[in-house]
């Protein structure tokens, strides 16, 4: 069920730029493909429906809201956690693709833009449209306890090849990174919605990342 839906939004998407249908669908078909590898604990297909559907709840804030969609589907097409420039690559794809489709240059600019935004979780404050990609990709971290728990044991698990000293000391360093933010999220909406609890969870994480013989600390 989850690939029909995410097939019909992808389709609905980029008939609004008059692309075939056989073209894009050969594009979703790398993507999902992408998203699918078993290395993808997280950063995979159910990660890019959640960020769909909260960005979708962030609409009418938006811009130009079908640009937020194709960045929310290429942001993490390119996802190696052993490299740094996962977001350049995913970036550069997605301009490859859809120049290659006829998408006006200046969208897949803003896609590009959107992207590279990611990477530091930043975005100006004229920038609406990737404050709604950043607000939504972090959505998760405001997410209930249980959901919360299961989104950091994925991460642990995309990082197995890490020991748990190291990967004690590079998860706390990232957590503490969205703490000492004066807020996490750019939106009113999201910061109210998702700031509190997103606080808690982090907070009660690198807790239990300093708690010793735990495999997968949540």
């Known amino acids: 069920m989850m690939i029909l839906y995410l097939e019909s939004e992808w389709h609905k998407l980029f008939s609004l730029y008059q692309v075939e249908p056989a073209s894009s669908q050969k594009i979703f078909d790398e993507i999902v493909a992408a998203y699918s590898s078993n290395e993808r604990h997280y950063h995979n297909l159910l990660h890019i429906q959640q960020v769909l559907k909260t960005a979708s709840i962030l609409k009418p804030l938006a811009f130009n809201f079908p640009t937020i969609q194709i960045a929310i589907w290429f942001h993490d097409f390119v996802y190696d956690p052993k490299a740094k420039d996962?977001?350049?690559?995913?970036?550069?794809?997605a301009f490859i693709y859809f120049k290659n489709l006829n998408i006006p240059l200046s969208i897949i600019n803003d896609v590009v833009n959107m992207?590279?935004?990611?990477?530091?979780?930043?975005?100006?404050p004229k920038d609406i449209d990737s404050q709604i990609l950043i607000d939504s990709d972090l959505s998760i971290?405001?997410?209930?306890?249980?959901?919360?728990k299961a989104y950091a044991r994925a991460i642990r698990l995309e990082y197995a090849w890490v020991s748990d000293t190291e990967y004690q000391i590079g998860r706390t360093k990232v957590l503490q990174k969205f703490l000492q933010r004066e807020r996490i999220?750019?939106?009113?909406?999201?910061?109210?919605?998702?700031?509190?609890?997103?606080?808690?969870?982090?907070?009660n994480e690198i807790f239990n990342l300093s708690q010793p013989g735990d495999e997968f600390p949540v």
């Open 115 to 124: 992207i590279l935004n990611t990477k530091n979780h930043y975005a100006c």
């Open 185 to 203: 999220y750019f939106t009113e909406f999201a910061f109210k919605m998702f700031e509190f609890k997103a606080r808690e969870n982090i907070n």
């Open 86 to 93: 996962n977001e350049e690559k995913s970036a550069e794809y």
């Open 141 to 148: 971290l405001g997410s209930e306890s249980l959901e919360y």
